[in-house]
């Protein structure tokens, strides 16, 4: 699971332009205003849009569907976070499909559309980073990884590394090669965005629990770092983490 608590935010509610695609007038609105973690809500119509629906038995998402007509967009809630740099608008719709007379109940994922009448309001969460990546188990792009802070230029996701604490200043080194290893409970992390790190606990080599120099713990996905064994404190291994690129 991951879960934090948002202090800084802020609210936003408007109305789009007539013939906009929805999906891009979000994303502007991201870009207008540097927002890049936030939730938003929206009623309204819109024109001949495209829909996608998840298999979850086959873990893929079906062809999506260009639709004629005008969907009335009953509950239309999504959110805004990252994949690596970009902005990734996720938005999913209930609402009435209206082709003629026919009038079709539908769901699923809205991928865009033109704007015939839509309210939105968006709200903020300026602390936080949430990042998509493939989650195998599900075949879903799903947040699995969260960073920390406030700055207003587009993060970086490139193999920054967090300052060493006084407690690690005199570890010896070791030539630094990424790869698998057994991290054990005790073992430290210096995380390049939550700091030096203290590892409580692991789930195979999917996921580990770390608890931060807050005391909080949060959990980490394997795949997503590599680690890099720094030296030893005692009989704990100091390690690097640094956040994967995804391969293209």
């Known amino acids: ?14 109305s789009m332009n007539v013939d906009d695609d929805f999906v891009d007038a979000i994303k502007s609105i991201c870009v207008d205003n540097t927002i ?17 629906r998840f298999d979850a038995s086959g873990k893929r998402y079906e062809e999506s569907d260009q639709l004629d007509g005008a ?9 805004i976070s990252l994949q690596e740099r970009q902005t990734i608008v996720t ?42 990546a493939e989650d195998k ?11 920390f802070g406030t700055s207003t230029s587009a993060p970086v996701l490139g193999p920054a590394v967090a300052s060493p604490s006084k407690a690690a200043a005199n570890v010896g080194t070791v030539d630094e090669q990424p790869g698998d290893y057994e991290i054990q ?14 590892v ?10 770390v608890k931060l120099e807050s005391g909080r713990e949060v959990e980490l996905h394997r795949r997503l770092l590599e680690v890099i064994p720094m030296g030893k404190e005692g009989e704990r291994t100091i390690y690097k983490a640094v956040i994967k690129r995804r391969r293209r």
């Not at 991951?2 to 936003?12: D, G, N, V, W, Y």
């Not at 999913?92 to 994922?109: F, M, P």
């Not at 409970?185 to 203290?198: A, K, S, V, W």
């Not at 409580?200 to 629990?209: A, H, I, K, P």
């Open 185 to 198: 409970p005790g073992d430290i992390f210096n995380h390049p965005t939550l700091g030096r790190c203290e």
């Open 1 to 14: 699971m991951i879960i934090t608590q948002a202090k800084q935010r802020r609210s936003f509610v408007g």
């Open 36 to 52: 890049f973690c936030a939730v938003f809500g929206a009623v309204g119509y819109i024109a001949n849009p495209t829909i996608r």
């Open 137 to 147: 188990r599900t075949g879903l792009d799903s947040w699995l990884h969260m960073e």
């Open 91 to 132: 938005a999913h719709v209930v609402g009435t499909l209206h082709q003629g007379d026919k009038h079709t109940l539908i769901s699923g994922e809205l991928l865009g559309g033109k704007v015939i009448a839509v309210e939105f309001h968006l709200e903020t969460m300026d602390d936080i980073r949430l990042y998509r």
């Open 200 to 209: 409580t606990g692991s789930e195979g080599d999917e996921r580990l629990t």
């Open 71 to 79: 969907l009335h967009c009953v509950s239309l809630n999504g959110n």
